[in-house]
């Protein structure tokens, strides 16, 4: 069975514009939960989706948003990029809820200049 | 008081040895427990997970729970080089909903 895939995985992006990061999770998952990773901050929660609905939302700013599709696949948006902004985002997916076992993508590699 | 908590580390043992990783968190409610390994540059992989107290073996780890003290611990026998790693500790916490909180990761090195 094909894991968790991210695209792109790599993306370089100046301060102000926007970006979005697309997760494909494994298949039969229904769940997709994004994280932020930094040096100084670790792992950090930012959404989780379920059969296309915001489930549960970490503490980011509303320039974070993403979505859900029918097909389970979703997408994270980034508006107006800071520089802060720059980290690996991870998505990763699970069968029915972020209880279960998650299993990771690759991620996304931001930087932000 | 940060909700999981993890020695950062760098915590080295020489090659053979028994390597120790432990993890607190402070929401009692807190019913799932996973390990996830990270290596630099990688995303975090699925070690182990454990739901009731007691101990939880899968060949060189072993994870540990205690409820009652909120800790959580994974034992990694006759470690090798190649388990050099950030390992994370990820807890589920049911007073904040249906999501993992994870800990900011232990970085391992072993000695060959």
């Known amino acids: 069975k094909a894991g968790v895939t991210q695209t792109p995985r790599y993306l370089i992006k100046t301060r102000g514009q926007q970006v979005t990061l697309s997760c494909s999770p494994i298949s039969g998952h229904r769940s997709v939960s994004w994280y932020q990773q930094t040096p100084g901050q670790g792992l950090q929660f930012l959404f989780e989706?379920?059969?296309?609905?915001?489930?549960n939302k970490g503490n980011f700013p509303g320039r974070f948003s993403g979505r859900q599709f029918s097909n389970s696949r979703s997408e994270m948006n980034v508006s107006t990029l800071e520089l802060g902004d720059s980290a690996l985002y991870l998505c990763?997916?699970?069968?029915?809820?972020?209880?279960?076992?998650?299993?990771f993508g690759p991620g996304t590699r931001l930087l932000v200049l | 008081q940060k909700e999981v908590e993890q020695n950062s580390g760098p915590l080295s043992v020489p090659e053979g040895a028994i390597a120790s990783l432990n993890c607190t968190y402070s929401?009692?409610?807190?019913?799932?427990f996973f390990w996830y390994r990270q290596y630099s540059g990688k995303s975090p992989e699925l070690i182990m997970s454990i739901y009731s107290n007691g101990d939880k073996e899968d060949g060189r780890f072993t994870a540990q729970l205690n409820k009652a003290s909120q800790y959580v611990s994974l034992l990694i026998r006759d470690s090798q080089p190649s388990d050099s790693a950030t390992y994370l500790c990820a807890v589920n916490r049911k007073s904040s909903g249906d999501k993992l909180t994870f800990g900011t990761g232990t970085r391992l090195a072993v000695r060959p």
């Open positions: 990763a997916s699970s069968f029915n809820t972020a209880e279960e076992t998650q299993y």
């Open positions: 929401d009692r409610g807190s019913q799932s």
């Open positions: 989706y379920f059969s296309e609905t915001q489930r």
